[in-house]
């Protein structure tokens, strides 16, 4: 089953700092944010305002979305 995604704004996503990483090979990680969340999925919802192709070979997006608060700096592409 899927962990449910937390509605975050970024300022606080951001200024996470604590992480728990899973020991085992399908062990999820989680950052845990100043006001105590612990998040493995993230609901992202902004403005999207920069996207830009950072491969040099294939394809790897780089996108930030803004919110009231700060930035997200997103990824995409296959890994």
Same mark, same amino acid.
């Given at each position: 089953?899927?962990?449910? &995604?937390?509605?975050? %704004? &970024? ?14 090979? *399908?062990?999820? @990680? ?6 105590? /969340? *612990?998040?493995?999925?993230? %609901? ?10 950072? @491969? ?6 780089? /996108?930030?979305? @803004? ?8 990824? /995409?592409?296959?890994?």
């Amino acid at each position: 089953m899927r962990e449910p &995604a937390w509605r975050v %704004f &970024a300022g606080e996503y951001n200024d996470s700092t604590h992480v728990i990483k899973g020991e085992g090979e *399908k062990t999820p @990680s989680y950052v845990v944010t100043p006001l105590g /969340a *612990k998040i493995n999925r993230l %609901f992202v919802v902004g403005v999207l305002t920069d996207v830009e192709n950072v @491969s040099h070979e294939g394809e790897m997006w780089r /996108a930030h979305v @803004s919110d009231p608060t700060g930035i997200y700096t997103v990824y /995409a592409g296959q890994y």
